[in-house]
């Protein structure tokens, strides 16, 4: 499985930024998706997690009410709608994508917040 992020950038405080990744290959085997996200000196931690098929969602408590995750199914991407963006949302946003037996990492896009 093969992860593309896409949609990073710099915003200022209060705005918005939508992020996609694309996955491709054994797709198939994929049972959940997920973003985290790494600032600075800190770990890498998870933002949103989508089951797929169930569709249930999992937010961190940092980004609720703030982030939308999603997926089109069709064009096997997901989204992360973010809104009302803060400076300490700024990090290296990653894509997540898990089977029963593996783990699958995007490259990481930047999102950058400014005050």
């Known amino acids: 499985v093969q992860l593309v992020e896409s949609g990073g950038g710099l915003v200022q405080a209060g705005g918005s930024l939508r992020l996609s990744c694309a996955a491709s290959?054994?797709?198939?085997?994929?049972?959940?998706m997920g973003w985290y996200r790494q600032a600075p000196g800190k770990q890498r931690e998870l933002v949103a997690r989508i089951i797929i098929g169930a569709g249930s969602t999992y937010y961190a408590d940092s980004v609720k009410g703030r982030f939308t995750i999603s997926r089109d199914n069709a064009k096997n991407t997901m989204y992360l709608q973010m809104n009302s963006l803060k400076p300490e949302d700024t990090a290296v946003y990653y894509c997540?994508?898990?089977?029963?037996?593996?783990?699958?990492w995007g490259q990481g896009t930047q999102v950058t917040v400014s005050s």
């Open positions: 290959g054994s797709t198939f085997s994929i049972n959940t």
């Open positions: 997540n994508a898990r089977s029963l037996s593996y783990g699958y």
